[in-house]
């Protein structure tokens, strides 16, 4: 009787140590097969991050897949645009006659940023024809969300072929383009 209860008391203590089940190990924590598929196939080409408020742009899979691994959060990447919208009038209200309006408006664009105008104007300064070139006079910075928004007027003949240029939040150079507005 005295070995039964020592034998007994002695799979209690061991039960207590090991319980059922206690060899299984713990499920893991989720890894980053997410993310590895989002970056595979060339899909780190439409990813980016943000690591101290700047954007980060990958150039192969690899940077996207290190970038995830170490608890980066990847996002769609923001295409950046600079658009130009010229709109004729004739007259212009608070021009005095023949000209246009236009906007600038741009996204994806590094914050903190210039956007720099360049164009032609025409002068006629005490009957003689002039014209000069203004290259890259300072119209705004970029916000911090990367956008920018502008506004400007020109009577018909003053300001041709306005072309604006900003730096996108990949550090590259981007352009509104340069169509002549056609007042003649």
């Known amino acids: 009787m005295y070995v039964r209860a020592l034998v007994l008391a002695l799979l209690l203590a061991l039960t207590a140590l090991f319980p059922i089940g206690a060899g299984a190990a713990p499920a893991p924590p989720p890894g980053n097969s997410g993310a590895a598929q989002t970056c595979q196939k060339g899909g780190y080409t439409q990813?980016?991050?943000?690591?101290?408020?700047?954007?980060?742009?990958?150039?192969?899979?690899?940077?996207?897949?290190?970038?995830?691994?170490?608890?980066?959060?990847?996002?769609?990447?923001?295409?950046?645009?600079?658009?130009?919208?010229?709109?004729?009038?004739?007259?212009?209200?608070?021009?005095?006659?023949?000209?246009?309006?236009?906007?600038?408006?741009?996204?994806?664009?590094?914050?903190?940023?210039?956007?720099?105008?360049?164009y032609q104007n025409f002068g006629d300064y005490a009957g003689f024809g002039i014209i000069y070139t203004v290259v890259g006079q300072l119209i705004g910075t970029v916000a911090d969300d990367g956008t920018f928004e502008y506004a400007g007027a020109s009577l018909c003949g003053y300001a041709i072929g306005l072309t604006a240029t900003a730096t996108t939040a990949a550090n590259t150079t981007i352009s509104s383009g340069n169509p002549t507005p056609p007042c003649s």
């Open 47 to 118: 990813l980016e991050g943000v690591s101290g408020g700047q954007v980060v742009r990958f150039t192969s899979m690899q940077d996207c897949l290190t970038y995830a691994a170490h608890g980066g959060v990847l996002q769609s990447r923001v295409q950046a645009t600079l658009v130009k919208t010229v709109t004729y009038c004739d007259p212009c209200v608070g021009l005095g006659g023949r000209g246009f309006f236009y906007t600038l408006v741009g996204t994806g664009l590094k914050p903190g940023t210039p956007v720099l105008l360049d």
